[in-house]
Each structure stands twice: as structure tokens, then as C-alpha cells.
């Protein structure tokens, strides 16, 4: 559900409530005939399960129940938990209970979904926060952590490790391999030091900045207002990045534990509403931070203006992990700015717990990974049918005795959304869609296709261009912008409605660009999801002013046999990004959005209208489901051909596909070719592209019309 230029014109946009790609990049995929290794090292060893599942909308919500003493209470049954979503009871569909000893203890799945899920252990990000962490724990943090990756880190466990100095660098991303994060752990950032020689350093610079050798986030030179503006530079920086830290982390199904080291620090009034925006973010994302204070027995004991006095750091259960140090720091010169704690809140308010007032880290890290190895994952299904975008609140209670449940307090439902109901744009929008012929005063064209989700589900990605030189924007605020309403609908042969999208997308620019922007393309992204059927898709989009547009298409999505070699569409690709770096190495299944255009840490964008530059390779990317064997038995082989509108044919030598798939489950894989048409004059063609399975002998034929410019 977002709206970008076409060609990077300087146009700001609401966030988008699809994941968004940090970094855009150009994927030289090989060429159809490449026999090199580049693909093979791209392929991720992967043996999950098949993706072709039942469609049974599940939400999932981890709860971890501890009795009095913080010890975990096991055993439990579904019958034992009531769940409510809105204020109202759900039935929970599934239930599983994981424990440290086992991963996956027992399961509850309903008739009709998908029990053959591999169990699945905690999902932990190690950060260092080296902003604030000062010369002499610098070692102890990475000891510590390394510590509880030994002790705590299991086969089944997902960890990432990151340095937080400035800006995030994910020193490894999501892994289940122990050694790479040990590895990471005291890998440093963006350098090659040991970390003796980074301690130098940092030393150095502490005594060049402050001329002093005391610590703490306030100590220093006289000059107190300058140490403070760095401060509060400092807390504002950090809590900027950790909310956009919970926005990639919430793409991540289930409970995510950050493990944060630092060094208590504070935050002026001005950054209040930062903290309470990473502590929201983080909520809406199942994000808890786990925050540990690296100063030991100097941290602060909690002489701070606003805030009780004593330890705060607590079992599960609410009992003291720590004894009061009687120490602590003097804030009473900068009473006038309202100094407050960071680290404490955000622990709390997210539902992790803050270690400090000790030096013994990992005693408190062991009691803290009880509480993350061991809970139970309840499964419903929204009281909505349909998407609305909007936070649900949700409410667990139990009929276990003397117990204490922790879980997150609601979710956002992530799916297409039809924000307009009930509106006048929409109404407007569904008599456009109805009219004929198509409109054109705002012109634009769209592409669909169709993946699927399971043998009775498909996902319909519609990716939509329209010419912005056609928008109307006014000055708002000193600046140019203007609302754009959009719809898209599916409508069966019966005429009847069977998936609708439909929201307003904001345009923000600044007046210098307006000429830039006019030359532009507006690209705008959704999806559908649509049994197999017969169907015509309808566009329609409005602008401010009333300008109109629409265009329709038909899309047959066939129905699926298991006995048969399965394709999606077969789509062009505009464009082939880097997905955010820490999000590289999971797998669909793990991810919030099963968007079959992402894999193997990158994300396709596909074309609008299928039109290529002549003498340009075309890329192209299809799935297939319903493979023979193993990874080591799909020898596929494809034969390509370009057909004129004369019918004359333009073939390429057969070639195998075995450097140019990505397994993306048990028995389905995504083909991404470069291929080469550079005797293609300008015109329309249809590219055709046949696949052929050498272990069943079983064929598929995909299709699709190309225009060369």
C-alpha cells in the first residue's frame, strides 16, 4: 500500500503500512546460460515446510505465565486461557506450549490449518549501544553477551547482533547459527581493531571531549548546558533509531526480545514524546526490551527526579534481582531540565525487564531467558473479516492459580486495507469503476498477477502507474501536496465483489521540485487475495480536485492440481531491491507479509506496463509449486521464445535453471532470469517461457504480453 515516484522525484509520503525497503539496488541476475556459482551462494539452504497451506487467517500472541516466584507454569491447556480481542472472547484456535527443555512441548492446531510447522525457539537481537557505554565496560558487555549466546542460544533460536554508535550497523543478521553470532559479537564496527585498540581509542576521545576521568553520562567539563545539549543529541538519536529498529523487527511473526546494553542515560522533556513513540512502536511490533545497564554496582540506584528510589530490575514474577548500591549520581543541577531515565521505562512499558545495581550481568540474564524459552502461543482469528489497518487491544486471562501473565497488549492488522468505506470517495470511486469506457483524465495503467498462497488461495500483487503530470496539488503550509483516493476491486462473473482495496495516499513535495515531479511517474503497490476463479480487476483513483481515471483487466487464476508442476504468473521485473539487512535471512514463513516477491533478502518490484528499453535484458520471475523430491532432484530446464505480432518467433537455446532458482519451501521455487533479446526491434511481443521437469517429465507453460521502447 505505498505510493512512490517513479523516477525518485522529491516527494514525501505517509509511512507506509507494508514493509519498505531501506535500500534500492540493481540485481545482475545471471544470464540464462550462466554456468558460474554466484546463484548457488545466493540460495539459501533452506528445508521448511511447503507453502501451499490452508487459508486459515490466524493471528498468534505469545503468553508467558509465571507463577508468584517468577518460576514459568507448564503444562497448561487451551482450555486453561481465555482470549479477548476488542473487549470480546475469541475461540483460540491453536495452541502450542514451548519450553526451554524441549522448543515445541505439545500442539493444538484446528482440523483445517496447517500443523506441520517446525517448532519454533526465541527470537533475541543482541544491540550494543556504544553511544553510551563507557571505556571500561566496553569489553564486559560483549563478555557478558557472549556468555548468554552459550548458555542460552538454541538450535531452534533466531539471534541477531547489532552496534548502535551514530547510526545501527547489524554486525549479523537473523541466524540460528551459534558460531556467526559469537562471531559478531566481537566483530566492531565498520573496523578491523581488536578491542584493545578500540578501547584506546574510545579512551582517547573520552579524555580529548571531557579532559576528565569520571564517568557517566553527565560527568565532564564545567561546561554543563554543552555536555547536556550532547545528551540529549545523543537519547534523541538512539530512540529514533530503536523505533525504526520496532518497525523492521514487527515484520517478524511473534515475540521479538531486544537485548539492549547501555549505560543509563537521560532524556530532556523534548525527547519525552520520542521515548513514548518507541515505547508504542515497539508494543504495536510484539518488541520487548530486555535493558541491561553496563556501569554494574555504578548504575543508578534510582535518585532520579521523578522516579522511585531503589533497584527496578525484577524477576518475571516482580521479585527484586538486585540489592540497592546505595551509589548513584547527583542530577540536582539539571532539575531545571527535567532529567528523566530511558532505560528503566523502556524495559517496562514493553514488557522486558531492566538489569542494573550489579555487576553479575548473566545471574539475571539466566532468569530473564526463562521467561523468553519458555510461554505459549495462542492462535485466533480476528472477529473482522475484513482488514481495517487499525490496533486491535487484546486481553489474556487464565483459570491457573497464583499465576502472573505477560503478553503484548494488541496488534495491528497488516492487510490490504479499505479504509474508505462509508466515504464520498468512495462512493465516487465505485461509480468511476462502474462507468465505461475507461477514464482518462488521470491516466494510468496496472499490471496483475497471481501466487499462491495455498491450493485455494492466491495472492494478487497489482502494482499501478500513474502520470503525476495529471495530479492536481496545492500549497499547503508552505509546501505543494494534495490526497490521492484509490480503489482497486475484483469482480467475479456474477458480477459480485470477491476482494476490494481502497485508501488515500498523501503527497507531500517541496516547491522547487514541482517541476521535477511533474516529469514523474507515481508508482502505488497492493495486493488481492482471490480463490481460483475467473475475474476482471477494476482501478479507479481520484484526486483532490475531482480528476478522475480508471482502467480494467481480466485475471484468471487457474485452479490447482497436486498431481501437476504448478506456475504463478509470469511477471517482469521493474525494479530488484535489498530487503532490510536485518530481515535477510528469514524465510517467508517467519515474516508478517508471505509476499512471494520476497526471497533470498530481496524484494522484485513488478513492472506496471511491461515495457523495456530495446537492446535492454528483460528480468523475469515465476514460482513453481508442487516439486519432485528433494533440492537435490530438481533438474528443471526451460525453453524461451519471443513472438512477434507477425507470429514470428525469436528462440533461445534450451538451458537448465539449476543457477537460477531460490528455494523458497519444501517443494517450491522462485526463477529469476536475465534474458537477452537484444536483436528485438521496438514493438509488442508475447514472451514465452516453458518449463520442464526432468525427474516427472511434468511441464508448464507461462506467458505474457512485452513491449520494447
Request: glycine fraction near 8%; hydrophobic fraction near 35%.
Amino acid at each position: 500500500m505505498n505510493i512512490v515516484s517513479g523516477e525518485r522525484a522529491q516527494v514525501r509520503i505517509r509511512r507506509s503500512r507494508v514493509p519498505v525497503l531501506l535500500a534500492a539496488i540493481s540485481l545482475a541476475l545471471l544470464p540464462y546460460s550462466s554456468r558460474g556459482t554466484a546463484a548457488a551462494q545466493s540460495k539459501p539452504a533452506d528445508n521448511s515446510r511447503v507453502n501451499l497451506r490452508v487459508d486459515v487467517n490466524l493471528v498468534t500472541l505469545e503468553v508467558i505465565v509465571v507463577d508468584k516466584k517468577g518460576d514459568p507454569i507448564r503444562n497448561l491447556k487451551k482450555e486453561d486461557f481465555h482470549l479477548f480481542e476488542d473487549g470480546k472472547e475469541q475461540d483460540i484456535l491453536s495452541f502450542e506450549e514451548v519450553t526451554e527443555s524441549t522448543g515445541l512441548h505439545s500442539r493444538e492446531f484446528p482440523a483445517n490449518a496447517d500443523g506441520g510447522a517446525p517448532g519454533r525457539g526465541k527470537i533475541v537481537m543482541i544491540l550494543f549501544d556504544d553511544s553510551h557505554v563507557s571505556v571500561g565496560e566496553f569489553k564486559a558487555t560483549r563478555d557478558s553477551a557472549e556468555k548468554y549466546v552459550r548458555d542460552h542460544m538454541k538450535p531452534s533460536d533466531l539471534f541477531a547482533v547489532g552496534s548502535y554508535n551514530v547510526s545501527l550497523t547489524m554486525l549479523q543478521n537473523f541466524t540460528r547459527d551459534q558460531a556467526k553470532v559469537l562471531d559478531a559479537i566481537h566483530k566492531l564496527t565498520g573496523s578491523a581493531e581488536s578491542p584493545e585498540a578500540v578501547i584506546a581509542s574510545k579512551s582517547s576521545a573520552a579524555s580529548r571531549d571531557s579532559g576528565s576521568t569520571r564517568r557517566g553520562p553527565i560527568d565532564g567539563p564545567p561546561n554543563t548546558l554543552s555536555l547536556y545539549q550532547s545528551l540529549t543529541y545523543k537519547s534523541g538519536s538512539l530512540l529514533v533509531t530503536l523505533d525504526a529498529l520496532n518497525e523492521s523487527l514487527a515484520q517478524i511473526k511473534g515475540r521479538k526480545a531486544v537485548l539492549l546494553y547501555s549505560e543509563e542515560f537521560s532524556a530532556s522533556v523534548n525527547f519525552h514524546n520520542e521515548l513514548m513513540k518507541t515505547v508504542n512502536s515497539a508494543r504495536k511490533a510484539d518488541v520487548a526490551f530486555y535493558t541491561v545497564d553496563a556501569r554494574g554496582l555504578d548504575s543508578l540506584d534510582g535518585a532520579v527526579p521523578g522516579q522511585p528510589t531503589g533497584p527496578v530490575a525484577r524477576t518475571a514474577g516482580g521479585n527484586p534481582m538486585t540489592r540497592p548500591s546505595g551509589g548513584g549520581i547527583d542530577y540536582a543541577q539539571f532539575d531545571r531540565q527535567s532529567v528523566d531515565s530511558v532505560l528503566r521505562p523502556l524495559a517496562k512499558e514493553t514488557g522486558g525487564i531492566p538489569v542494573y545495581n550489579s555487576s553479575n550481568f548473566n545471574q539475571f540474564l539466566d532468569e530473564i531467558d526463562k521467561e523468553l524459552s519458555n510461554y505459549y502461543m495462542l492462535g485466533f482469528q480476528p472477529a473482522s473479516p475484513r482488514h481495517d489497518g487499525k490496533f486491535h487491544r487484546l486481553e489474556v486471562k487464565t483459570d491457573a492459580k497464583a499465576s502472573l501473565l505477560k503478553h503484548r497488549n494488541g496488534y495491528v492488522d497488516r492487510g490490504p486495507t479499505d479504509e474508505l468505506v462509508g466515504t464520498k470517495e468512495e462512493r465516487s470511486l465505485v461509480t468511476v469503476m462502474d462507468s465505461k469506457p475507461a477514464t482518462t483524465q488521470l491516466p494510468l495503467t496496472f499490471r496483475c498477477a497471481y501466487f499462491y498462497d495455498s491450493p485455494g488461495l492466491a495472492r494478487i500483487p497489482v502494482s499501478v502507474k500513474i502520470a503525476a503530470s495529471a495530479v492536481e496539488i496545492r500549497k499547503k503550509g508552505g509546501q505543494l501536496g494534495g490526497d490521492l483516493h484509490i480503489m482497486g476491486a475484483a469482480y467475479a462473473e456474477d458480477g459480485s465483489v470477491s476482494a476490494r482495496f481502497s485508501e488515500t495516499q498523501h503527497i507531500s513535495l517541496d516547491k522547487s521540485a514541482e517541476a521535477d515531479f511533474r516529469k514523474r511517474n507515481l508508482i502505488y503497490r497492493n495486493y488481492l487475495k482471490l480463490r481460483p476463479g475467473k475475474y476482471e480487476l477494476r482501478l479507479a483513483v481520484e484526486d483532490e480536485q475531482g480528476k478522475i481515471g480508471s482502467a480494467s483487466q481480466s485475471l484468471i487464476v487457474p485452479a490447482v492440481s497436486q498431481n501437476d508442476l504448478v506456475a504463478s504468473s509470469l511477471i517482469v521485473a521493474e525494479q530488484v531491491s535489498r530487503s532490510p539487512e536485518l530481515l535477510q535471512n528469514l524465510q517467508a514463513t517467519l515474516l508478517e507479509e508471505s509476499d512471494p516477491l520476497i526471497f533470498a533478502g530481496l524484494q522484485v518490484s513488478q513492472s506496471s506496463d511491461n515495457q523495456v528499453p530495446v537492446n535492454s535484458p528483460v528480468q523475469v520471475f515465476f514460482k513453481l509449486y508442487n516439486l519432485s523430491g528433494g533440492p537435490d532432484q530438481w533438474k528443471l530446464v526451460a525453453n524461451v521464445r519471443l513472438v512477434n505480432e507477425k507470429g514470428e518467433a525469436q528462440a533461445l537455446p534450451p538451458f537448465p535453471l539449476d543457477q537460477n532458482l531460490f528455494s523458497t519451501g519444501k517443494s517450491e521455487i522462485i526463477v529469476g532470469l536475465n534474458l537477452p533479446f537484444d536483436k528485438a526491434a521496438a514493438g509488442r511481443y508475447k514472451l514465452v517461457i516453458d518449463t520442464r521437469e526432468a525427474a516427472s517429465n511434468r511441464s508448464v507453460t507461462l506467458e505474457t504480453d512485452l513491449t520494447f521502447r
